[in-house]
């Protein structure tokens, strides 16, 4: 069975100051993992799609790194609209089709 | 464009009520998608379309009935739901199921905030 685990749970950050959210997967043949940004009561917002060890995406302050065993998205220099909660999700290659999504990242960054 | 639109954005009704949920994306994508998702909890599939034709129910108790009625639209008709449905329902679209790159990224909508009385 696929495993996505997302660590921390739960992150309190100054403005400026620069971290990493942490996603480490299990999965028989990745065929792809995402990361999507969600606000309270809305839907997620697709971010980035990593296909293999090595890939690295940047948009703004955010970029996401693959390797076989997790991905990480960088926060550099955050501002209070970062402010979200990042979740993961992998797609495997065999049969069924279904996002295996991480319980989630939520960030908070404080003026 | 990367847009999905859902109606309604908030819905409130009582446990007798029959209701329904819209999608609408104009991307293209054969693929869309039924989450639901409770506070503070990733997404849950509920089912998936592909080519118009329902690819994948997750053993979704039958009050919930999805329909396709062509590429571009998605309804989830509702029917004698429990307060414990509440939530919120998202739909999303892919270009497909299968392949590789792009073929894959979800593309979710708004979605619509469900209260069951």
């Known amino acids: 069975e696929d495993q996505v685990t997302q660590s921390p749970e739960a992150l309190r950050l100054q403005e400026g100051e620069s971290s990493s959210l942490n996603c480490s997967y299990t999965v028989s043949g990745l065929r792809g993992l995402f990361w999507y940004r969600q606000d309270p009561g809305k839907g997620p917002e697709f971010l980035f799609t990593l296909y293999s060890a090595g890939e690295e995406k940047e948009k703004e302050r955010l970029k996401a790194t693959l390797t076989k065993k997790e991905s990480f998205l960088h926060i550099t220099a955050p501002k209070p609209e970062d402010s979200a909660t990042y979740l993961c999700?992998?797609?495997?290659?065999?049969?069924?089709?279904?996002?295996?999504f991480g319980k989630g990242n939520q960030v908070v960054v404080i003026p | 464009d990367t847009e999905v639109t859902q109606t309604p954005k908030h819905l409130v009704m009582g446990m007798t009520n029959k209701k329904s949920l819209k999608c609408e994306q104009h991307?293209?994508?054969?693929?869309m998608y039924w989450y639901k998702q409770k506070a503070k909890k990733p997404p849950e599939l509920m089912f998936v379309y592909s080519y118009e034709k329902l690819s994948i129910n997750e053993s979704v108790p039958s009050r919930f009935s999805p329909e396709c009625p062509n590429s571009s639209l998605l309804n989830l008709h509702l029917h004698a739901l429990q307060p414990e449905d509440s939530a919120l329902y998202l739909c999303a679209s892919s270009q497909g199921l299968a392949g590789g790159t792009t073929y894959n990224e979800q593309f979710f909508g708004p979605g619509t905030r469900l209260t069951v009385l």
């Open positions: 991307m293209g994508h054969r693929a």
């Open positions: 999700a992998v797609l495997a290659y065999y049969g069924n089709n279904r996002l295996a």
